[in-house]
């Protein structure tokens, strides 16, 4: 159980990095990349583009692999039954006539001759 809640939360993780990835980028070029536009800088406005690209797949990859790691994990019980099998077993007979309330029962005759 605790391998697969720690899967889950770097899903968790990987799609919250994955929203703030895209939502940097600008699909007309612009986005962090129009930021950098300066000459003297290590990185320019291409090379920033290509890394949130990058990011993006890499990101998006990792979300898929880690979803299969998280379905493997799932934690099995050997002994506990399926719970549709269970509600089946449990579940009445739909044909069955339904037994109705018994009548209630008259009040019985007082010895008295019923003369109160």
Known sequence: ???????????LIACVLVIMVVL???????????????AGQSMGVRKTAD??????????GAIVLLCLVATASIPRGQSQESVIKSSIEK???????PTLPTPVPQEEQQPDGGNK
Do not use: C, H, R
């Open 1 to 11: 159980m605790g391998i697969y809640i720690f899967i889950s939360i770097l899903v």
């Open 24 to 38: 940097v980028q600008n699909s007309k070029g612009g986005g962090l990349a129009a930021n950098f536009t300066s």
């Open 51 to 60: 890394f949130l690209e990058k990011s993006t797949w890499t990101l998006a």
């Open 91 to 97: 579940a009445q007979d739909p044909t069955a006539i």
